[in-house]
């Protein structure tokens, strides 16, 4: 039972991400509208708990389920399946920087044609997602294996030099440290007063990465050891003053972006609607769906406001600049209000 429980939530996972490499292998059916689609289908994704799994289309159309006029799940879908077939194309080869060009002539289209494509499917570049596969295999095996070393080589890396060179960016602490879910690893902190509200500050040697807003220092507390929650803690207050000045400075008015070094983990995906953030200017607003746009798809609206919502770094990654279409500020994790005051004050310069 457990097992077939970890299925569906694997299976929903990849309905989430429209996972191209998902397509063909199961087909899920939405009970409110009686319509059953590919996991990869561009309509709005239901509620979770509206939805069912199924082998194949003919097995939900036994259950009474109707085929997507949208997606088609019954027919072929030649871009679907091309993409597929380049996705399997770069799994196959971790151990290689594939050239674009080898992966569209791959799976017969243009470059420029493949690449569009791709990114409109998946939401990320197809060396973003060479790059998330190989990395997300060694945080699988850390999980499981005794060694590191082991681990690497099974990711298809030809030697460990070639995966310690982006295991900072990407895991964004030591392979040793994530396999042991961050135990050992040092995260010091401080907190401190501003005008809206009480911050904490928390970084690594790396650099900063967490930082949240509340109204009481227990807040703030809880909330980082609940994102850490295997990391060693110690307070450091002088060892963070550079850091807690640039905070304090920017809410000030006195900058008009913090400027600090990172250290936090993202997926391909969060990492390019992350940029796309750091790309707003101070007082200005984009809302989720024009950032999908920009990432290729406005079906990836959702995507987008689940990777502002887990955002490690308010202020420095500034998600309170994403909005709603209509102009509405919502959906900020440190609040509404914090989020209206913040924009003001970068508007105003005070």
Not at 208 to 235: G, M, T, Y
Request: proline share 5%.
């Amino acid at each position: 039972m457990q097992t077939q429980a970890n299925e569906q939530v694997e299976r929903w996972q990849l309905v989430l991400e429209r996972d191209p490499l998902a397509d063909g292998q199961f087909v899920y059916a939405v009970r409110s509208t009686g319509v059953y689609c590919r996991p990869t289908c561009p309509s709005r994704r239901p509620n979770a708990n509206q939805v069912e799994f199924f082998e194949t289309p003919q097995e939900a159309e036994r259950a009474g389920y109707r085929s997507c006029r949208r997606c088609n799940p019954q027919g072929a879908r030649p871009s679907a399946e091309a993409i597929a077939a380049a996705c399997r194309y770069l799994k196959e080869h971790l151990d290689c920087r594939v050239a674009l060009s080898d992966i569209a002539q791959h799976v017969k289209l243009s470059p420029f044609h493949f690449q569009r494509l791709f990114k409109q499917q998946t939401g990320v570049s197809p060396r973003e997602y060479h790059a998330s596969l190989r990395n997300g295999k060694v945080r699988s095996s850390l999980r499981q294996s005794a060694s590191v070393t082991e681990s690497v080589y099974d990711a298809g890396f030809s030697s460990s030099s070639r995966f310690y060179e982006s295991a900072g960016r990407d895991l964004g602490m030591s392979p040793s440290a994530w396999r042991k879910g961050g135990q050992g690893v040092e995260v010091r902190f401080t907190t401190f007063s501003s005008p809206f509200g009480r911050i904490v500050v928390a970084a690594t040697d790396k650099g900063v990465c967490f930082l949240a807003l509340a109204e009481h220092d227990k807040e703030l507390e809880a909330a980082l050891r609940c994102e850490l929650p295997a990391a060693q803690f110690f307070r450091d207050d002088a060892a963070l003053a550079a850091y807690r000045d640039v905070i304090a400075g920017y809410l000030a008015g006195a900058t008009p972006q913090p400027d600090l070094p990172l250290d936090i983990r993202a997926t391909a995906f969060q990492a390019q609607v992350w940029k796309i953030l750091r790309s707003i200017a101070p007082g200005q607003t984009r809302a989720y769906s024009d950032i999908a746009l920009e990432l290729g798809d406005v079906n990836l609206t959702r995507a987008v406001a689940r990777a502002c919502a887990s955002n490690p770094v308010p202020l420095v990654i500034p998600c309170h600049r994403v909005v709603g279409k209509s102009g509405k500020l919502t959906g900020y994790r440190w609040g509404v209000a914090r989020k209206e005051k913040l924009l003001a004050r970068e508007r105003d310069g005070r």
